[in-house]
């Protein structure tokens, strides 16, 4: 896997985009459209911010007829998964963030 470490970062140089690596590393894999619901964006937002994590060997993705569904990147190298880790935990206490989370748990408990 050929990394830009400068790309990695700036990725996680936004509000945005740290939501939603937080909630799919919370939550394994995360549609579209649950983060649109969960963080309260607009659906080019929530693509766009998710492409970029894609972008910088973050997540992968899937799609499944209509719907595209993200998770990490299982292939990211040792020190990448290291920071997500880091991020992912220090994060999750903000209000924010488990705001966002209780939010998809309430959405998930709707559809699923």
């Known amino acids: 896997m050929n990394i830009d470490h400068t790309q990695v970062f700036a990725a996680l140089a936004n509000d945005t985009r740290l939501r939603c690596l937080h909630l799919i590393a919370k939550n394994d894999e995360v549609c579209v459209c ?4 969960a963080l309260g964006i607009s659906q080019p937002s929530a693509s766009k911010a998710l492409n ?9 993705d899937r799609r499944d007829a209509n719907w595209n569904y993200y998770a990490l990147n299982g292939a990211m190298p040792k020190w990448m998964t290291a920071i997500v880790s880091t991020i992912v935990a220090e994060v999750a206490n903000s209000k924010s963030y488990a705001a966002d989370q209780k939010c998809f748990q309430r959405l998930n408990l709707r559809t699923g």
């Open 34 to 37: 649950e983060v649109v619901e």
């Open 52 to 60: 970029t994590l894609k972008s910088a060997g973050l997540l992968s």
